[in-house]
């Protein structure tokens, strides 16, 4: 029988594992193809530990090494255009050329980038989060703030200068602000203490409440922390407009911002779909029970949109191990001719890194406790080997 053809677009959480899975499960009925713009899979959520200061392992993946050891195809591309009547993907690979690749089945999941929502000065001024240059670029900008205020010798100078501001009070935000302190406490050693009581940090979050779709207990856990931090927090302040050293809200003229991570959601990349697959307004894509566009194309992770009951599927890397396990057995049960297995998702609870300490919550049981980075260190292990073996 003729090997089918099985493109795979984007090679994060569920495009690796897809990759790998079907080269198990069917060694000689598939050809896999993985493209992706980069050359490497990043653990996302290790990003946090990044810009904590801290080295964590278990960061990247090399996807050519990768596809060597399990036997598919890599290519180094960006995915432009899946055409569903003729059932092509197009790409345009590093040098500039337009390929077009004929495929049996197809899986999209280019995951998704942040979102600046045509907020004036945004994109200008605040550093998104998704990527290892974010963090540098996050680090660089911090570093300079430190210098200029240790040499600035009015203290209004100092306060105005070191000014640490979280747009979105999601998880990815209040772990990153997290992060982002621990970093800049990192740098005040020595006689650069004396900067550190002019640091102030704040949390900006559009809707009425932050952590929505969490436990009430983790919400008010996560806010006791804050505080204690001493985070300024302005909840139900959507920004309108950002500058290059405060922002503004709604109701808050002017919050002072020197440096601002923005957290404030995510939306889809550009990537044609011809005929139109409905995408919702930020561009995700619809997938029925079975995580499918049509008959042979699959969608998953942070690129699909999903709702199981009244449950909009959150885009985390949980959902997308999941999605992952489900996409591969629809495409195995197809290539069968077998009756597909509906997707159904279970939480297995959520960890929340608040720096030094965090929060367990285990499906409605929740622990406040300093081991949570020990514990989540140890998880995300386990989840790399899971990517990988
Ligand atoms: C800072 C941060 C912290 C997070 N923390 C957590 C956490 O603690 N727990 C948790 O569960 N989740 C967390 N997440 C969310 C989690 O990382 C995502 O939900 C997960 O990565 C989604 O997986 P995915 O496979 O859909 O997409 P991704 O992992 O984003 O991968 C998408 C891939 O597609 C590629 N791509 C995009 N467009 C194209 C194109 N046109 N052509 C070719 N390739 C393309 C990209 O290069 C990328 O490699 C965090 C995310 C961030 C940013």
């Known amino acids: 029988m003729k090997s089918k053809q099985v493109a795979i677009v984007g090679a994060g959480f569920v495009g690796l594992l897809v990759a790998r899975l079907l080269r198990i499960r069917l060694p000689h009925q598939v050809t896999v193809t993985l493209i992706d713009s980069k050359d490497h899979f990043l653990f996302t959520p290790r990003l946090i530990d990044l810009l904590a200061g801290e080295h964590p392992t278990s960061l990247r993946i090399d996807i050519q090494a990768f596809a060597k050891k399990y036997g598919f195809d890599f290519v180094k591309a960006e995915v432009?255009?899946?055409?569903?009547?003729?059932?092509?993907?197009?790409?345009?690979?590093?040098?500039?050329?337009?390929?077009?690749?004929?495929?049996?089945?197809?899986?999209?999941?280019?995951?998704?980038?942040?979102?600046f929502y045509d907020v004036p000065g945004a994109r200008q001024y605040a550093f998104p989060l998704k990527a290892i240059e974010h963090v540098e670029r996050i680090h660089a900008q911090a570093n300079?703030?430190?210098?200029?205020?240790?040499?600035?010798?009015?203290?209004?100078?100092?306060?105005?200068?070191?000014?640490?501001?979280?747009?979105?009070?999601?998880?990815?935000?209040?772990?990153?602000?997290?992060?982002?302190?621990?970093?800049?406490?990192?740098?005040?050693?020595?006689?650069?203490?004396?900067?550190?009581?002019?640091?102030?940090?704040?949390?900006?979050?559009?809707?009425?409440?932050?952590?929505?779709?969490?436990?009430?207990?983790?919400?008010?856990?996560?806010?006791?922390?804050?505080?204690?931090?001493?985070?300024?927090?302005?909840?139900?302040?959507?920004?309108?407009?950002?500058?290059?050293?405060?922002?503004?809200?709604?109701?808050?003229?002017?919050?002072?911002a020197q440096l601002i991570l923005w957290c404030a959601g995510l939306e889809a990349?550009?990537?044609?779909?011809?005929?139109?697959?409905?995408?919702?307004?930020?561009?995700?894509?619809?997938?029925?029970?079975?995580?499918?566009?049509?008959?042979?194309?699959?969608?998953?992770?942070?690129?699909?949109?999903?709702?199981?009951?009244?449950?909009?599927?959150?885009?985390?890397?949980?959902?997308?191990?999941?999605?992952?396990?489900?996409?591969t057995e629809n495409i195995v049960r197809s290539l069968h001719h077998q009756k597909l297995r509906p997707f159904h998702y279970v939480s297995h609870g959520n960890i929340l890194l608040l720096g030094k300490t965090g929060i367990l919550d285990l499906n409605g049981v929740c622990l406040h406790t300093r081991l949570t980075p020990w514990i989540?260190?140890?998880?995300?292990?386990?989840?790399?080997?899971?990517?990988t073996h």
């Not at 003729?86 to 495929?103: A, I, P």
């Not at 430190?146 to 100092?158: Q, Y």
């Not at 049509?294 to 449950?311: H, I, Q, T």
């Not at 989540?376 to 990517?387: K, P």
């Open 80 to 115: 432009k255009h899946v055409d569903r009547a003729t059932q092509q993907v197009s790409f345009e690979e590093t040098n500039g050329s337009l390929r077009k690749m004929t495929y049996d089945k197809v899986v999209v999941c280019c995951g998704a980038r942040p979102s």
């Open 269 to 327: 990349h550009d990537l044609s779909i011809d005929p139109d697959a409905h995408r919702r307004p930020s561009g995700f894509i619809p997938v029925d029970a079975y995580l499918r566009v049509d008959e042979n194309m699959f969608a998953g992770g942070d690129v699909a949109f999903y709702r199981e009951k009244n449950l909009v599927m959150p885009k985390n890397a949980q959902t997308a191990f999941l999605m992952a396990y489900n996409i």
């Open 144 to 256: 300079v703030l430190l210098s200029r205020a240790r040499l600035a010798t009015k203290e209004k100078e100092k306060r105005a200068l070191l000014s640490f501001v979280a747009v979105g009070g999601g998880a990815a935000g209040i772990e990153a602000l997290f992060a982002l302190r621990q970093y800049v406490f990192g740098l005040c050693v020595g006689s650069e203490e004396e900067v550190k009581p002019y640091m102030s940090f704040a949390l900006v979050q559009a809707a009425p409440q932050i952590l929505s779709g969490f436990e009430p207990t983790v919400v008010a856990c996560s806010m006791m922390e804050l505080s204690k931090a001493g985070v300024k927090i302005f909840i139900g302040e959507p920004v309108t407009h950002v500058a290059s050293d405060y922002l503004v809200t709604g109701r808050t003229e002017r919050i002072p």
């Open 376 to 387: 989540r260190d140890l998880f995300y292990r386990f989840r790399y080997w899971q990517m």
